[in-house]
């Protein structure tokens, strides 16, 4: 008996010692250490394929070098940058309105939601051929692109995120005798604004589709153009260094747009208790 | 001023349940008045439509027939001479404290230095202003629904409408925040028609408890209680109090279902 109590004590005194030694890897060790673990294995495997089949990560920084090196990767980037940042904040400028005024109104719920719905499923791809007619082949089709595959997903977001206010909020502006356009204004919008963010997020993937997509369609430019011509070319360790800068891109904007929701909502992460992270 | 009356209010509800539509009576012909300066609580089992009695006065809800009337002008939706106060306070999670009271204020027009001024005026009469740069979360329950109380009165209305304003707190924070209010009504003199579940107090706060029942009003009593109250604690004690609370229960338990 005596030994068992001793026994339970010790654990109980080891269980309240540990949480305080055991501190958690932060975030971007266990990140690192997983980028780590792929890119080892990609290069092991990856030496195994012949070049024209698949390629590993050292043969993509000597391409990425010699890019970087001629300024083609920069120009590139720079013609891929413009519509796709003009598109982008077109959609959230319109997006978020838009969807506003679909959350927040039955009569525009009736009249325009089912556009939106069904607009998010639309395959744009099939219609950039029209767009093309419509507005040529330079830089203009190429933000609209971009800014149809953007604008949906922040639309349906936002009005999602305005469906799910708690309706004793907006009481308590009713109670007040707050005009709607205040209501929507001072109470709607700040209680959506984590949806409106998520959905920020979210376009940034297909923003970057998008704009790969007008590229390989319209005028062969920027990154889309680098990447069709070495594939052309049979090189495939050049095809993926645009591909790898696309996927950092998105990866950085979200990061950009985690910090701006901080910044413009902190009560959210407070609430959700991630503000000490 | 402010007196309130119903008169012959009735609420119908459409509901639809699997397909099936049934209609509720909230409230049935409910007749009853509120003087000025008077407490008044709404009490009797959930569903019984106090409520709804409630939010009809504040205009949230419009009755199907009747009328109620604050110092004779028919409540027509919501307006500056009635405050609520919500049973979950309902503050807004991304204002302070002291920018949640401002809200209401800036709603009737008010800006500039008497905004801030009377906001953190009315914080300070419900004890919180230390807290006032505070969010919500970072607030007990009971600072809430202080903060609440404060956002009410600071739009200065007539009268003061609460919706079961403690039943989501504990005990002992319920009986501070009850004398406070005895405390908060000595000094402002306001109207208050407060709902509840809660026996004791509604005992312990009305001048007159509204016993309603099926959305009708059961009954209407008198608490042979004094003002002012000043402690709770020896009101309980009193026969009177233990008179009018068995008094209440056998209203409300009157004709009731044997469970």
């Known amino acids: 008996m005596v030994d068992i109590a001793n026994r339970n004590e010790k654990a109980a005194a080891a269980e309240e010692a540990g949480p305080a030694e055991r501190k958690p890897w932060p975030r971007w060790v266990i990140t690192l250490a997983s980028i780590t673990v792929a890119l080892g294995l990609w290069e092991i495997f990856g030496r195994q394929v012949n070049p024209v089949f698949g390629s590993y990560p050292s043969a993509i920084a000597v391409a990425f070098w010699e890019l970087a090196v001629s300024g083609q990767l920069w120009s590139a980037l720079y013609d891929s940058l413009r519509p796709f940042l003009l598109g982008y904040a077109l959609a959230i400028l319109f997006g978020v309105p838009l969807g506003l005024l679909i959350g927040g109104f039955r009569v525009a719920e009736a009249a325009l939601g089912i556009y939106v719905t069904a607009g998010y499923a639309m395959p744009l791809v099939a219609l950039v051929p029209l767009l093309i007619l419509w507005l040529g082949l330079g830089f203009a089709v190429k933000v609209a692109v971009v800014f149809l595959m953007a604008l949906f997903p922040i639309t349906i977001n936002t009005w999602l995120g305005v469906v799910a206010v708690p309706k004793t909020l907006i009481e308590v502006g009713k109670s007040f005798v707050a005009p709607d356009l205040v209501i929507l204004r001072r109470i709607v919008l700040p209680a959506t604004l984590p949806y409106i963010m998520a959905g920020v997020r979210l376009a940034v993937g297909r923003a970057v589709v998008a704009m790969v997509i007008a590229e390989f369609f319209t005028t062969i430019s920027g990154l889309g153009a680098v990447i069709i011509n070495s594939a052309n070319n049979f090189d495939t360790a050049t095809m993926f260094v645009p591909i790898i800068i696309l996927m950092l891109m998105a990866v950085g904007l979200n990061w950009l747009i985690g910090w701006v929701e901080r910044r413009v909502a902190p009560w959210q992460a407070e609430i959700a208790g991630r503000d000490r992270e | ?259």
């Open chain 2, 1 to 259: 001023m402010g007196e309130v009356t119903f008169l012959d209010v009735s609420k119908r509800f459409t509901l639809r349940v699997d397909e099936e539509i049934h209609h509720v009576q909230a409230l049935d012909r409910v007749s009853f008045s509120v003087k000025d300066g008077e407490i008044v609580a709404l009490i009797g089992p959930s569903g019984c439509g106090k409520t709804t009695a409630l939010r009809v006065a504040m205009g949230l809800d419009a009755s199907t027939s009747g009328r109620v009337t604050v110092d004779g002008r028919e409540v027509n939706g919501c307006g500056h001479d009635r405050g609520m106060v919500f049973q979950h306070a309902e503050l807004l999670p991304w204002l302070s404290a002291l920018q949640n009271v401002m809200f209401g204020l800036e709603m009737k027009g008010m800006r500039g230095a008497p905004l801030r001024e009377t906001a953190e005026k009315y914080l300070h009469l419900v004890g919180l202003k230390d807290s006032q740069n505070r969010r919500p979360h970072q607030l007990s329950g009971g600072m809430k629904q202080r903060v609440g109380i404060a956002r009410a009165l600071a739009i200065d209305p007539k009268v003061l409408l609460m919706d079961e304003p403690f039943g989501a707190l504990d005990a002992q924070t319920r009986e501070s925040l009850q004398a406070e209010l005895l405390d908060i009504h000595a000094r402002t003199g306001k109207t208050i028609i407060f709902v509840t579940h809660d026996l004791d107090e509604a005992v312990l706060i009305a001048d007159r408890i509204v016993v309603m029942k099926h959305g009708r009003v059961q009954e209407v009593m008198d608490v042979p209680l004094k003002r002012p109250r000043p402690d709770l604690g020896i009101v309980r004690g009193t026969p009177e109090f233990a008179e009018t609370r068995y008094k209440v229960w056998r209203a409300i338990h009157d004709g009731a279902s044997v469970h």
